[in-house]
């Protein structure tokens, strides 16, 4: 059975940092790719950030140049490096694996809470 285990999101002030990690257990064959979402309150859950197999990377406008994604294959591991984090930022953080047959895997979210 695949599961996602998020975690690193807590409670930071405004400016700044939190690092999100997500490692999964079980097969997922074929991974196309990784990425965060998030859910503010009273808000749609939004693509944050992705990278694919091939490491290409793609974020919302509203994190570009602030939040970094990555990936470690040998540890089934995909991180957020969250830097310059404002009101805005708070939300639950899901993570999500897509694979190559169009089947989506998701986290149980973590919440990121940006406040002073």
């Known amino acids: 059975q695949v599961q996602l285990v998020e975690s690193g999101g807590g409670l930071v002030q405004p400016g700044g940092s939190l690092r999100l990690s997500c490692a999964h257990s079980?097969?997922?064959?074929?991974?196309?790719?990784m990425g965060w979402y998030r859910q503010a309150p009273g808000k749609q859950r939004e693509m944050v950030a992705r990278i694919t197999s091939n490491r290409n990377t793609y974020y919302d406008g509203s994190v570009k140049g602030r939040f970094t994604i990555s990936r470690d294959n040998t540890k089934n591991t995909v991180y957020l490096q969250m830097n310059s984090l404002n009101t805005e930022d708070t939300g639950v953080y899901y993570c999500?694996?897509?694979?190559?047959?169009?089947?989506?895997?998701w986290g149980q979210g973590t919440q990121v809470t940006v406040s002073s």
């Open positions: 999500n694996f897509l694979n190559s047959a169009g089947i989506n895997y």
């Open positions: 079980g097969n997922i064959a074929s991974i196309y790719a």
